[in-house]
T-cell receptor, first 116, second 112 residues
Framework: GAVVSQHPSWVICKSGTSVKIECRSLDFQATTMFWYRQFPKQSLMLMATSNEGSKATYEQGVEKDKFLINHASLTLSTLTVTSAHPEDSSFYIC????????????FGPGTRLTVL | GENVEQHPSTLSVQEGDSAVIKCTYSDSASNYFPWYKQELGKRPQLIIDIRSNVGEKKDQRIAVTLNKTAKHFSLHITETQPEDSAVYFCAATLSGTYKYIFGTGTRLKVLA
């Protein structure tokens, strides 16, 4: 149980294009979803928190107009990297938690984004 | 802002020896402390966690200790095996939220 999937697992795009990453909770309804970014050999850095049906809350320093988050349902959140540039190349990981299940977050497998 | 410091950044041990990784957190109201193992290109995998009302927790070869007064918590792996080689991250919740603040990570290498 508590499986989170991400799609795609990897993507290569040209500079200036937009990329959408999907995060799905497969066997549970997620109260909250989190988006992290992880650069090579670095830690996970929280980008934003999203709750179904409401606007995402972004961490300081994260451009909300560049990283668009949509949490349309209790099982799906999407992250769109708009006008991607090489410096946006990273490993993007989502996680989900369920109200009443404690503090544990369930992590997706990550999406490797490479911007050429 | 709140942060979590993690040491050491790299750790090499001989197979069968113990490994200890330490973290210090700044938010005195943090109440949940998970530890994750991450292999290259994979998702973080929860290996053990502890809540602030508990001082120690053990699961087979893995244990976590928490010192709330000092705001320290540590991961202990005994009888290490080559498959324990990975990057380990500690985390602490940010008080009043369910957000995690991650430590900087420890690259553990178990030498056969």
């Amino acid at each position: 149980g508590a499986v989170v999937s991400q799609h795609p697992s990897w993507v290569i795009c040209k500079s200036g294009t937009s990329v959408k990453i999907e995060c799905r909770s497969l066997d549970f309804q997620a109260t909250t979803m989190f988006w992290y970014r992880q650069f090579p050999k670095q830690s996970l850095m929280l980008m934003a928190t999203s709750n179904e049906g409401s606007k995402a809350t972004y961490e300081q320093g994260v451009e909300k107009d560049k990283f668009l988050i949509n949490h349309a349902s209790l099982t799906l959140s999407t992250l769109t990297v708009t006008s991607a540039h090489p410096e946006d190349s990273s490993f993007y990981i989502c996680s989900a938690r369920v109200e009443g299940w404690g503090d544990e977050q369930f992590f997706g497998p990550g999406t490797r984004l490479t911007v050429l | 802002g709140e942060n979590v410091e993690q040491h050491p950044s790299t750790l090499s041990v001989q197979e069968g020896d113990s490994a200890v990784i330490k973290c210090t957190y700044s938010d005195s109201a943090s109440n949940y402390f998970p530890w994750y193992k991450q292999e290259l290109g994979k998702r973080p995998q929860l290996i053990i966690d502890i809540r602030s009302n508990v001082g120690e927790k053990k699961d087979q070869r893995i244990a976590v200790t928490l010192n709330k007064t000092a705001k320290h918590f540590s991961l202990h792996i005994t009888e290490t095996q080559p498959e324990d080689s990975a990057v380990y991250f500690c985390a602490a919740t940010l008080s009043g939220t369910y957000k995690y603040i991650f430590g900087t990570g420890t690259r553990l290498k178990v030498l056969a």
